[in-house]
């Protein structure tokens, strides 16, 4: 999965967002004037915090100490927190809350 701000050109791949509001925020259209960035959905955001959980996991167990998460500068996980690129209505993830 490659976030918003990535170049389907590029990665061959359709960015993925929070939203699809996030393609007004960083240009995210086709040629053909459809939306370039694919909505996550409740299902593959949790999936996501698994991955998540399962890559810290993998570190723990590298015999790292510290794991350090960049949830800046309009990344996949900024683009949850910031209210520019999230317009969920609803949970994303039980117990947590847009």
């Known amino acids: 999965m490659v976030d918003a701000k990535a170049n389907s050109w590029v990665t061959g791949t359709t960015p993925i967002a ?3 509001s996030a393609q007004g925020v960083f240009e ?3 040629d053909d004037g459809a939306a370039a960035v694919k909505e ?3 299902k593959e955001c949790e999936e996501l915090v698994q991955d998540y959980a399962d890559a810290v996991w993998r570190a723990y167990e590298a015999g790292f100490d510290i794991v350090e998460l960049h949830a800046a500068h ?3 996980l900024q683009q949850f927190l910031s ?3 999230n317009h969920r209505s609803t949970s994303t993830v039980s117990g947590l809350h847009s």
Do not use: A, E, I, Q
């Open 28 to 30: 995210g259209y086709t």
């Open 40 to 42: 996550l959905s409740t």
């Open 74 to 76: 309009g990344f996949l």
């Open 18 to 20: 929070p939203s699809t």
């Open 83 to 85: 209210p520019y690129t």
